[in-house]
């Protein structure tokens, strides 16, 4: 059973137990990513940031690599209460991130 947050969230997009916000899916194709990209992203990366400020839930912002192991991603999304993954944006990351 998973442990921390990033197990979690990984176990739910291997699990395809995951949902994509439409902004999301605008955000991705307008950087050219596919789903393949985002999942590779998570699996790869780590989170650099959590959000509790939002009053729907803490926000997770993972960095990655997309599936080329080159282009850098990075994914927002929550751990929502039905049990899924959400994804709320997904970017390829242009600057560091801190």
């Known amino acids: 059973m998973p ?3 990033i197990d979690r969230i990984r ?3 291997r699990l395809r137990q995951y949902d994509m916000s439409a902004h999301a899916m605008e955000e991705m194709a307008e950087d050219l990513l596919t789903i393949l990209d985002v999942e ?3 699996l790869n990366g780590q989170i ?3 959000e509790k400020d939002d009053p729907r839930g803490t926000k997770y912002v993972v960095v990655g690599t997309a ?4 282009t850098p991603v990075g994914v927002v999304g929550r751990l929502a209460s039905n049990g899924r ?3 709320i944006t997904v970017y390829e990351v242009t600057e560091l991130e801190a």
């Open 3 to 5: 442990r921390n947050d």
């Open 11 to 13: 176990e739910k997009i």
């Open 40 to 42: 590779e992203a998570v």
């Open 48 to 50: 650099i940031r959590v």
């Open 67 to 70: 599936l080329d192991r080159q």
């Open 85 to 87: 993954y959400l994804i």
